[in-house]
């Protein structure tokens, strides 16, 4: 293969600290990343970093809500997305990561107005509408610039030239844009139907802000007419004239639908009517149960299709209307218990079942109890037809057709039933919301002055709706906002420049990849995926990357109430971003929940020292100069070892690996393969081995740059550290680039070399089966030692049989030795006689004896006690299994058990006295 002229363009500075220590590197290096503009992809492209034709790679960062900080949910979002995005920047595509946040408006509200009620014992109302949202902007400016510096010691290389916020103004464009058109098509309409309302906030909430949480209560069976009734609200039954049971249900066969039955109720008399609808179960309760339209989305729904009355109980306070008679004005949790006595006095109480557990929903921004009420709001209808492309459609089918046309892929693809399950259900969208915060609705009224009004939403009132406000001071904007998943939905595009056409637009969308959380697939993704398809005609991402909840050793949610929460700027303090970021990752699959502690986050730290400790030791012991622009290292392909070769096999076949995870969003095999290969292979073994044969600089330099690389998405401080320490070459192109390994060349996957250096010739022998046998040999003396009591410093004489693989294991015969195996001679012969009384060891067709490793004496007086004690046990098996009792009594496992015990002892006590 003769000589091959290897090109090293970084010398070696062996001055490395002797420890990592990540508080003296990380800002510094992230300032340095910054201060280069590589995060920028136009940067990269006018430094030649990437081509600029180069393919386009495409994140936009889920929004953190402008509400605290970043919580563990969002360090393993950013460790994810960060691992993608240096990856396609090193591998040379036009990487864009766009950062963001998001003004959360119900729960950046609810936060300022717990604030200001803890603080001031004041209400918004108290400050007006203007002061209110003064603190609430100020509240979001001190809580964004936390969660940007949080990001940054993530190691987040995110564009901050393109940070955009949710209710910038730029957005607020989008977003009035974006109204304006669903209500001009139709989509967009004011209309009453039943809504979550929260009669503490004051607001309406969307089904995604909506937690369910269990509650133990009484379950009251009521007599309804000829009928029993069971509900755990008694307090909402004062309006219930609608008695519905399920068409096939034989028990009430003689009840006709729309009959009527006179009966005696709460408050009095009342006439109930029969229906008969499908969605009752059967099985639940007497299989009969009254509604209560107004305040149930089921029961709303069998009023709607059935053309029933709808009469409210509840008032927008959570207190009893006059409906409700001598409860009237009292709040429904203290009605319940005077409601439930006086059914019991009029004897329409039949039973109460004490322990009934079900769910409530509650508002998860404030934390208080959902009454649903019909009110007019402003709504999304996602089944309201339009025309798209000469075709009639709705928003569902859009959301639908995305998915399963496979331009949408979902990871891990189980989630796709889930999505359907939920688009197939989806109801009109509620977009409108009581509070101030926020993007106000682009909707103008005005009293009708005999005027033709543009729109006629209100008889007397004048509506406009614009993306500009109307002219004329007589205008009045409704007062309401948007629901902050209208602005989110926007996200892919809105932070690119929509409305506008711009040329990141044009670049950058649809996007690469939206990772998030699984559980906000529905909430969000299906958000997004709603608005890009009917506003872009296009898909707004190609793969969705669903990452599991971080949980603790038990599997238990992580919260402050529970005490079990990890914040992870303390541990980063601690460990190091680079261990924060391995523990969240490693371990980790997609739709999977993750177990963290903060054991782990330590493990993962010894793995950061591990490869900073290789590190120092190959430069300190590599003879390697700093060397001038036309210096060469000559590699001679002949003078390879067996252990040369294995290496650099080993390692072609990790980084082909390795690139083929991360392409696979396999993220965690990706980092365990690395792991491997670097704490085993060549920290274990080739360094090991480089001391027994000699100078190996040029390889170990090789290697370790290689590894560097690799690890750089996942571990980006220690790596960067350690790269520095390479010296630069005047006139390099490393040199223009500060010698950064963020934007250092990804491997070429088939190519053997990469890393300023020429590729080994192709036709060198693979060497690994070779290599993988030698390190059985060596590693099976070592436990046929251990095994056998063999003193750690006793030498000892060894003979191997190798058959026809004798010249191999005959070259080896130094690693053998060097290799901890505590061998001081060693014969290699093809074949040979057996050796009485030595230690014996079998591997792949291969025989080895150690001589010597033996005290005859005392081997012989260990086996005769281990002869005394096993001959004992046997006695006592034999006497329990021939005990009749014992075989009638015992379970059969416990006989067979015994069974095999007894045959386990009898096979040893043959083996020792063999000996």
């Not at 906030?201 to 069976?221: A, I, L, R």
């Not at 929940?593 to 020292?609: H, P, W």
Request: with cysteine; net charge positive.
């Amino acid at each position: 293969m003769g000589e091959k002229n290897i090109k090293i363009s970084n010398g070696v500075n062996k001055d490395l600290p002797k420890a990592y220590n990540p508080q003296d590197y990380e800002d510094k290096i992230y300032e340095k990343w910054e201060k280069s503009g590589y995060f920028n992809p136009d940067i990269c492209v006018r430094e030649k970093v990437c081509a600029k034709n180069a393919k386009p790679f495409s994140i936009v960062l889920p929004p953190p809500n402008v509400t605290g900080h970043l919580h563990l949910g969002h360090a393993v979002m950013l460790a994810l997305q960060d691992i993608m995005v240096r990856y396609h920047r090193m591998k040379g595509d036009k990487t864009l990561w766009v950062p963001g946040t998001d003004h959360a408006a119900i729960a950046t509200q609810s936060k300022v107005e717990s604030l200001l009620w803890e603080k001031e014992k004041k209400t918004r109302h108290d400050l007006g509408r203007a002061e209110f949202l003064k603190r609430v902007e100020k509240f979001a400016k001190d809580s964004h610039d936390t969660i940007i510096k949080q990001s940054k010691k993530m190691g987040a290389s995110l564009d901050w030239s393109r940070e955009v916020y949710t209710l910038d103004e730029k957005r607020s464009l989008a977003v009035r844009t974006a109204f304006k058109k669903m209500y001009d098509d139709g989509l967009i309409y004011h209309g009453s139907r039943i809504v979550n309302w929260d009669p503490k906030m004051q607001t309406t909430v969307s089904d995604d802000e909506v937690e369910w949480k269990e509650e133990k209560t009484p379950f009251y069976y009521l007599k309804y007419g000829p009928f029993v009734i069971a509900t755990a609200r008694p307090e909402t039954k004062f309006g219930d004239k609608y008695v519905v049971m399920h068409p096939d249900d034989k028990r009430y066969k003689k009840y006709k639908h729309g009959e009527k039955i006179e009966l005696e109720w709460i408050n009095g008399p009342v006439v109930a009517t029969v229906i008969k609808d499908k969605v009752i179960d059967r099985e639940f309760g007497s299989g009969v149960m009254t509604i209560t339209p107004w305040h149930d989305a089921i029961d709303f729904e069998i009023a709607q299709r059935h053309n029933l009355d709808k009469e409210q109980i509840i008032d927008k306070e959570g207190k009893l209307l006059p409906i409700a008679g001598e409860f009237a004005g009292l709040e429904i949790k203290k009605a319940r218990e005077k409601i439930v006595a006086k059914l019991k006095k009029k004897g329409l109480l039949v039973k109460v079942e004490e322990n009934y557990i079900h769910n409530i929903a509650i508002n998860a921004r404030g934390g208080s109890l959902i009454e649903p009420q019909i009110m007019k709001q402003w709504f999304i209808g996602v089944n309201k037809e339009f025309k798209r492309g000469g075709k009639k459609t709705t928003l569902k089918k859009l959301m639908q057709e995305a998915v399963r046309s496979g331009k949408i892929k979902i990871i891990p693809e189980r989630f796709n039933k889930v999505y359907f399950h939920w688009i197939d259900n989806l109801r009109d969208w509620c977009i409108s919301r009581q509070i101030w915060f926020g993007h106000q609705i682009p909707v103008w009224y005005k009293k009708q002055e005999n005027k033709k009004t543009r729109k006629q939403e209100n008889s007397g009132e004048e509506v406009y709706v614009g993306i500009d406000p109307p002219k004329g001071e007589e205008w009045i904007q409704d007062g309401d906002t948007l629901d902050t998943w209208f602005s989110s939905g926007l996200w892919t595009f809105s932070p690119l420049g929509w409305p506008k056409k711009t040329e990141d637009l044009k670049t950058y969308h649809p996007t690469s990849v939206m990772e998030t959380g699984y559980d906000i697939l529905f909430f969000w993704v299906a958000r997004m995926i709603l608005m890009t398809t009917y506003l872009l005609d296009d898909i707004p991402f190609k793969t969705v990357y669903l990452h599991g909840l971080i949980r603790d050793e038990k599997g238990k949610k992580m919260s402050k109430s529970l005490g079990n929460a990890i914040d992870p700027l303390e541990v980063i303090k601690k460990y190091g971003t680079d261990a924060v970021r391995l523990s969240l990752v490693i371990g980790s699959t997609p739709g999977n929940d993750v177990k963290l502690t903060e054991e782990k986050i330590a493990g993962y730290r010894n793995f950061t020292n591990k490869l900073w400790n290789i590190s120092r030791f190959i430069m300190q012991n590599a003879k390697v100069k700093n060397q001038n622009d036309n210096s060469k290292f000559k590699i001679d392909y002949n003078k390879l070892t067996l252990a040369d070769n294995w290496i650099l096999e080993e390692l072609d076949e990790v980084r082909l690996l390795v690139d083929k995870k991360i392409k696979g969003y396999e993220f965690s095999a990706a980092g365990e393969i690395l792991r491997d290969f670097t704490w085993d292979k060549f920290a274990d073994w080739y360094l090991e081995i480089a001391k027994i044969e000699g100078d190996k600089s040029n390889i170990l330099i090789y290697v370790l740059k290689n590894l560097l690389i690799l690890w750089h998405p996942f571990m980006p401080f220690v790596t960067e550290a350690i790269w520095s320490s390479f010296v630069p070459l005047s006139g390099t192109t490393e040199d223009k680039q500060d010698n950064l390994l963020m934007v250092e060349k990804w491997p070429k996957v088939g190519s053997s070399i990469s890393v300023g250096v020429d590729a080994r010739d192709g036709g060198a022998m693979l060497k690994k089966d070779e290599m993988n046998l030698i390190k059985d040999i060596i590693t099976s003396i070592r436990n046929a030692r251990a095994e056998n009591k063999v003193e750690p410093g006793k030498k000892v004489k060894a003979v191997i049989y190798a058959g026809h693989l004798k010249d191999l294991v005959g070259s080896q015969v130094d690693l053998i030795k060097g290799l901890r195996t505590g061998i001081s001679e060693l014969e290699v012969k093809e074949k040979g006689e057996k050796i009485e009384n030595e230690i014996y060891i079998a591997i792949s067709g291969i025989e080895i004896y150690l001589i010597g490793g033996i005290d005859k004496n005392k081997e012989k007086e260990r086996i005769k006690k281990e002869i005394d004690n096993l001959e004992k046990m046997i006695t006592a098996g034999e006497k329990r299994l021939k005990n009749k009792e014992f075989r009638a009594k015992a379970p059969a496992e416990i006989v067979k058990k015994e069974e095999e015990k007894l045959k386990s002892f009898q096979e040893a006590l043959e083996k020792l006295k063999k000996q």
